[in-house]
């Protein structure tokens, strides 16, 4: 859809963490003023007679070139929100035009996480939490990203507020999906978290399911210089050893 990817074009999340140099009192108090009128803006509401989600939720796209090192700043810039919402409406109005990842090319990724959490495990949501990775052949990532978002969106996992979001990686040889929660601790939530999976899914029993805590994924990725920041980027570096 070709308005889907000018608006990735155009938009800029802003979501940079850079230093700006001090800047002056009155500088001060505008930026403050601005951030929250930016705030207000950006917090979504369902309109009227529209059907409530119980947790508004983003949209984001990235696309790296293979090969790449990959650090936080080139992983920031490279990842777009595309937008947010808070309804099931809302929700079609943006998946109805976007691209599904079965017909995307390249080291593509969609994620869908919570409003207010970035898709990146430094996120404080995130940090103390973990994902269930699964590998899929080509031609089932499509079927499977929207299974899974939809009992995601539809609370069909039964965890409070353990669920921060989801991400699918197109990849040239197999496409990968997974599932975010905050406590990776809790066994017996990443248990039900996995049991959902596999229904919602309809997963043969035989499937591979691999839960990788955030932190360990960080340090076994660790080069020194730069550390793969999304799950897409931890498992190409991972099999650069098999």
Known sequence: CPCFYSSLKDDDSGDHDQDQG?????????????????SKKKMVVPAAGEHPLQYNYTFWYSRRTPGRPASTQSYEQNIKQIGSFASVEQFWRFYSHMIRPGDLTGHSDFHIFKEGIKPMWEDDANKMGGKWIIRLRKGLASRCWENLILAMLGEQFMVGEEICGAVVSVRFQEDIISIWNKTASDQSTTARIRDTLRRVLNLPPNTIMEYKTHTDSIKYVWTGKACPRTLNQAVERIMRYF
């Open 22 to 38: 001090t800047p002056k009192d009155s500088e001060t108090e505008r930026t403050e003023d601005e951030d929250q009128s930016l």
